[in-house]
């Protein structure tokens, strides 16, 4: 059975730019979470989505949105980019949501210079 | 807001010692309680977690206690190895909308 995938690994943007990552989740989940962590920093929980519609949302400026399509595969998009956006972006899928076990992807790291 | 208190933020042990952490949270239709474990460089995974209508968990060195009552459960590692040096995380499902709120983190060292 596939983990939960994450693309890309590894980005460098550039300040007022916009990104995109991708969260393929384990077949058969149908939520997915977006997690964005900095160095000696928690979890700091983004949106959840859960079959293509938000069911939760953290406390992030709307410039972080995020969406899910049919197949369950999350995209998540920042724009106007700033300094501070540097970090570890995790996602995470389960089968129903909070209270089921919650598999990591790998994290994409994003740099912004 | 809903949220999860996790103590201490950095524990230091020696080997073979016993390791505990502890959180509170705050909504007190929670249901689902885990604890995740992440090594340096690696992604968080699931070690251990309980749910509302059991008290006491354990698997091999490891265990979870909660307290329902008081709204807190804490983690317990026994015999502890080089391998237990992590990041802990904590977390309580909220009822209402089956969100995970998640603790700060622990960061366990493992003295040799």
């Known amino acids: 059975k596939a983990g939960v995938t994450q693309t890309p690994r590894y980005l460098i943007k550039t300040r007022g730019q916009q990104v995109t990552l991708s969260c393929s989740p384990i077949?058969?989940?149908?939520?997915v979470s977006w997690y964005q962590q900095t160095p000696g920093q928690g979890l700091q929980f983004l949106f959840e989505y859960f079959s293509e519609t938000q069911r939760n949302k953290g406390n992030f400026p709307g410039r972080f949105s995020g969406r899910q399509f049919s197949n369950s595969r999350s995209e998540m998009n920042v724009s106007t980019l700033e300094l501070g956006d540097s970090a570890l972006y995790l996602c995470?899928?389960?089968?129903?949501?909070?209270?089921?076990?919650?598999?990591f992807g790998q994290g994409t790291r994003l740099t912004v210079v | 807001g809903e949220n999860v208190e996790q103590h201490p933020s950095t524990l230091s042990v020696q080997e073979g010692d016993s390791a505990v952490i502890k959180c509170t949270y705050s909504d007190s239709a929670s249901n689902y309680f885990p604890w995740y474990k992440q090594e340096l460089g690696k992604r968080p995974q699931l070690i251990i977690d309980i749910r509302s209508n059991v008290g006491e968990k354990k698997d091999q060195r490891i265990a979870v206690t909660l307290n329902k009552t008081a709204k807190h459960f804490s983690l317990h590692i026994t015999e502890t190895q080089p391998e237990d040096s992590a990041v802990y995380f904590c977390?309580?499902?909220?009822?209402?909308?089956?969100?995970?709120?998640w603790g700060a983190g622990t960061k366990l060292i493992i003295k040799p």
């Open positions: 977390a309580a499902s909220m009822h209402s909308n089956y969100q995970l709120i």
């Open positions: 077949s058969g989940h149908r939520s």
């Open positions: 995470a899928s389960s089968a129903g949501g909070g209270d089921t076990e919650a598999f």
